[in-house]
Every structure is written in structure tokens, then in C-alpha cells.
């Protein structure tokens, strides 16, 4: 099965960049995704990793070690519409039954601040 | 392009009763998976399709069934409903098996009263 770990809170300003960590014990890993969902709505795909590195994508980038088991998504030049939840998923492995199966954390509330 | 559309977008029923909940994929994306959200929660992994074969399982009891059409849409039903089956049902659209994004439809929120 799959744990994963991310803060349930945080709080930062219009402006700043903000770092959100994520943490994960897997029995199979085929790919890490970050999600951006706003209250009551569906989430929104931000980000994708399959491989240890950093993939940026304008003022969104994620980072990966497969080793540690561990993946940041980080926000630069916040704004006040990036106040949501932000949910870390990995995807099972093939081998280990999930094909396109997402295991997600519980998010983390982030709040934007003048 | 259009992305993963789900049909109804809210949906109230009573407790026993059956409910089925519709989702079309990107155009070219061949899986389609259910996932079941609660307020305060991560979604929940339900069903997986892929060339409309299931090709993966979550931990629901027996009342929760999918299937997928030749043209890739997917059913979800949910029989004897319960109160806690009260959530937001999204449907995921994935291009391959175990390959590239996942994209969510908007969702169905279903309210069991």
C-alpha cells in the first residue's frame, strides 16, 4: 500500500514563494502528481514527476528523489487565487496491481495573506 | 479540446436507493478511474477502466459498480445507497495504463439524505 505525508496548514503572503512537502512509503511508485483544488470544486492537474528532478511549469515547480522517497511543490509569486488545497498522489506501480491507480494525501491548506 | 465532463453535477437521493453517475474522457484517452472525495479528504481510489476492461479495484463494498462503453464513457452505480456514501464522485481521464497525467472531470456531488 501506499502513506503518504504532507502538512495539513500553511500560511504565506501575496508575493512570497512557498515550498509544500510531500512524503511517501510505497510499495510500487510509477509517478507523483500534485493537484491544486479550490473549495467545492474538482482538482486541477498542476504537475507530473516520474523521474528524480525538477519540472517547472511558470510560477508552479515540483521536484522528485525517488530514493527518499519524497517531492516539493514549490510557488513563486504567490497570489491570493492560490489560496486551496493542494493534494500530493502517487500512482501504483504496474507490477503491484494499480495501473493508473492514485493514492492521495489529505492535502494542505494553503492561505495567501496581503 | 474539451476535457473529462460528468454528469449530473449534483444529484440528492434517499437512503436504498440506486444512483448512477456518467463521465466522458479527454477525446483519445482510453482509462477512465472513480474516485469518491469527503469533505476534509484526500479523493478515494474506486475503479479503473482501460479498453474497457477493469484493470483495478479499491476497498468499496460490493454496491459500488462501473463499467466502460466502446466509446470510452464510464457508468458508475451505487446500489442501497447509505448515508456515507454522501461525497464528491470524480472521474479521472488518463490517455494509457500506468503512463502520463490524470486529468478530474468536475465532479458529481452526491447527497444522501
Known amino acids: 500500500g501506499q502513506n503518504i505525508d504532507q502538512p495539513t496548514e500553511m500560511t504565506a503572503t501575496e508575493g512570497a514563494i512557498v515550498q509544500i512537502n510531500c512524503t511517501y512509503q510505497t510499495s510500487g511508485f510509477n509517478g507523483l502528481f500534485w493537484y491544486q483544488q479550490h473549495a467545492g470544486e474538482a482538482p486541477t492537474f498542476l504537475s507530473y514527476n516520474v523521474l528524480d528532478g525538477l519540472e517547472e511549469k511558470g510560477r508552479f515547480s515540483s521536484f522528485l528523489s525517488r530514493s527518499k522517497g519524497y517531492s516539493y511543490l514549490l510557488l513563486k509569486e504567490l497570489q491570493m487565487k492560490d489560496s486551496a488545497s493542494y493534494l500530493c498522489a502517487v500512482r501504483d506501480g504496474i507490477l503491484t496491481g494499480g495501473g493508473n491507480k492514485l493514492t492521495f494525501g489529505t492535502g494542505t491548506q494553503l492561505k495567501v495573506e496581503l | 479540446d474539451a476535457g473529462v465532463t460528468q454528469s449530473p453535477t449534483h444529484l440528492i437521493k434517499t437512503r436504498g436507493q440506486q444512483v448512477t453517475l456518467r463521465c466522458s474522457p479527454i477525446?483519445?484517452?482510453?482509462?477512465v478511474s472513480w474516485y469518491q472525495q469527503v469533505l476534509g479528504q484526500g479523493p478515494q481510489f474506486i475503479f479503473q477502466?482501460?479498453?474497457?476492461?477493469e484493470r483495478g479495484r479499491g476497498n468499496f463494498p460490493d454496491r459500488f459498480s462501473a463499467r466502460q462503453f466502446p466509446n470510452y464513457s464510464s457508468e458508475l452505480n451505487v446500489n442501497a445507497l447509505l448515508l456515507g456514501d454522501s461525497a464528491l464522485y470524480l472521474c479521472?481521464?488518463?490517455w494509457g495504463q500506468g503512463k502520463g497525467e490524470q486529468y478530474f472531470g468536475p465532479g458529481t456531488r452526491l447527497t444522501v439524505t
Open positions: 477502466y482501460y479498453e474497457k476492461e
Open positions: 477525446s483519445g484517452h482510453k482509462s
Open positions: 479521472a481521464s488518463s
